[in-house]
């Protein structure tokens, strides 16, 4: 795997300006960094294509690709799609900002004394042994179908990731640092605030993270479940009429909006720990 | 936040570890009887809300009924079987991730392009391809558990250390013996935070498929039988079993890792959990 990576070409020192040849190596090289991944999705697309026009599969099971973006610009052009996709975008943001804040209290609390700890982690683990979804049956019966269901699921599925990662952030927090600042004489206040809260931001966003991803998972299950407007309602109406070309443009913008929060999040994320040396930051990630 | 952040104190083994659990015990204990006293008092009505020995009663009478344990040994089959085809393909597929350095750039970017996609948007489209029974719901577990297997292994077999590898060539293992003696034991305990995280989202597949797809025996079943009949003292049997088999299996999972982890000297840190 290793070996092999010292040809004789990269020795020859003496012909300084790049030959043609050279660069159009390099050329060829950064072409097959682009083009390799693009083969797969490319193959797929041909195939899939290939399977419709020659109706190898009826297009009630698998409509063929250009139907698909149609449906998917045409949706897109009426305004119906963005209707769905604020409302579910709505539902996510209620039940991210419930849940996250929830969590990042919990888990400040109990990192932060032990003895909030100990009251409250053996019901909190108990708790968050239940799958999101375990809850779904209750939730219906004591909220009904409407939107306070899903804001709370949703806020219980950021909850659970949430809350751990904060307690071990702050947890996580070098000695070092609480011991230099003890010896700064730094307040209760400045410690909190200048030294832990800070520290603790990796693992933290490592929470928010995940806690956003698993709030728009919920946010699909209980549309689909339970909903008469949102990508996921798309989604089961397109599967009812059996209009596939319908789900599959819902699948796409889920995995659209999906990728955007994360980077979102992500971006965030950066901006918020470039204090850090970036050895630490790596080591952060990797908590 | 009487100790502020946590300074080290005097160690009280004995007499600290009771006052722990009693603190612990203390706020479900605190629970439990409000919940008790007001279906007592008639705070709520017990017909729609359950009391804590309803609860309780229908945990029997299920039980003795057998309504609980062949939902509950027809939803773990479900879950075995999806889990055992998800983890094979997703070993697969990370090894070949992380070993190869032409499959990952040929499939590494498709494979995190679908990942994007939540999972349960794939139910409606599994249905229309393989129908609303076993099948389906089988596929569509095994499907929750390959992503995170696949992230995992793939983070796992590509970041054994270079130094191994180097050490591997100078003895010229054979490819064979380089798998064995270096890059599987290398990789495990990431493979392990990936089947850690595939059982998790196996089990929350199992009940999505079973709330979902057709009805079949299960637990996600029971719990959509009780809600539809307004027995939310069955509902909440649900949830506990629910809860239970998520422990379960995750207790199962951690004795199995530290046993085939045993020889690992237990300064290593852990890799990162993605997921």
């Known amino acids: 795997m290793l070996e092999a990576e010292l040809p004789l070409q990269s020795i020859d020192l003496r012909s300084r300006p790049l030959p043609v040849s050279r660069r159009l190596r390099e050329l060829r090289t950064v072409l097959v960094h682009i083009s390799v991944p693009l083969l797969v999705p490319c193959a797929i697309l041909g195939l899939w294509a290939l399977a419709a026009h ?12 250009e139907v698909v973006a ?17 409302i579910s975008l709505g539902r996510v943001a209620g039940g991210f900002v419930l849940g996250g804040m929830i969590g990042l209290a919990l ?14 982690s053996p019901l909190f683990t108990a708790f968050s042994q239940v799958p999101v979804l375990g809850w779904v049956p209750l939730a219906m019966m004591l909220l009904g179908i409407g939107e306070s269901l899903k804001v709370v699921l949703i806020a219980l599925a950021a909850l659970v990731p949430v809350t751990i990662n904060t307690l071990h952030g702050i947890r996580a927090v070098p000695r070092a640092y609480v011991e230099l600042a003890e010896t700064l004489r730094f307040s209760r206040r400045q410690l ?11 693992a933290t966003f490592v929470g928010l993270r995940y806690g956003l991803s698993q709030a728009w998972l919920s946010l699909v299950t209980v549309e689909l479940l339970a909903s008469s407007e949102g990508l996921g309602f798309l989604l089961v109406w397109g599967r009812q009429l059996f209009q596939l070309d319908l789900v599959l ?33 790596a080591a952060g990630r990797r908590a | 936040m009487s100790g502020g952040v946590q300074l080290a104190r005097a160690p009280q083994p ?10 612990g015990v203390l706020l479900p204990v605190v629970l ?3 919940w008790f006293g007001c279906a007592r008092l008639g705070l709520f009505n017990t017909r729609l809300i359950s009391s804590p020995e309803q609860v309780f009663s229908a945990a029997v009478r299920e039980y003795r009924g057998g309504a609980i344990v062949t939902p509950l040994l027809s939803s773990l089959a479900r879950n075995l079987v999806g889990l055992a085809i998800g983890t094979a393909f997703g070993l697969l597929l990370g090894a070949l991730l992380g070993a190869s350095h032409a499959a990952a750039r040929l499939l590494g970017p498709s494979f995190n392009a679908a990942r994007q996609v939540a999972v349960f948007a794939w139910l409606p489209l599994i249905s229309v391809w393989l129908g609303v029974g076993e099948p389906a719901k089988i596929a569509f577990i095994a499907l929750c558990a390959f992503y995170p297997v696949v992230i995992n292994t793939w983070d796992g077999v590509r970041s054994v250390s270079h130094t191994l590898h180097e050490v591997a060539d100078v003895y010229a293992l054979s490819r064979f013996q380089r798998w064995r003696a270096l890059i599987v034991p ?24 079973e709330y979902l797809l057709a009805a079949a025996p299960g637990i996600g079943n029971l719990m959509t039988e009780g809600r539809e009949a307004l027995a939310m003292d069955k509902v909440l049997v649900g949830v506990a079993i629910a809860g239970g088999v998520g422990a379960l299996l995750a207790a199962g999972a951690a004795r199995l890792e530290r046993r085939v982890l045993r020889w690992r000297p237990s300064n290593i840190v852990n890799p990162k959990e993605a997921t």
């Open chain 2, 186 to 209: 290398g990789s495990m305990p990431a493979v392990f935070a990936g089947l850690r995280l595939a059982l998790i989202y196996a089990w929350l597949g199992t009940l999505g498929a």
């Open chain 1, 70 to 86: 149609a449906t998917l610009l045409e949706q897109l052009r009426s305004g119906e799609l963005l209707g769905h996709v604020l």
């Open chain 2, 32 to 34: 439990l009887a409000i």
């Open chain 1, 192 to 202: 909190l605030f200048r030294v832990v809260l800070p520290g603790a931001v990796p």
């Open chain 1, 249 to 281: 443009s819902a699948i796409v913008v889920v995995g659209l909006i999906g990728l955007a929060l994360d980077q979102g999040i992500a971006r965030i994320e950066a901006r918020l720990l470039r204090w850090q040396p970036t050895a630490a930051a």
């Open chain 1, 107 to 120: 888990g400040a609390a109990m990192g932060l004394s032990r003895r909030v700890e100990h009251y409250l």
């Open chain 2, 14 to 23: 004995w007499s600290g570890a009771l006052r722990q659990t009693g603190r």
């Open chain 1, 54 to 65: 020659n109706a190898w599969v009826a297009p009630q099971i698998l409509p063929a690709p």
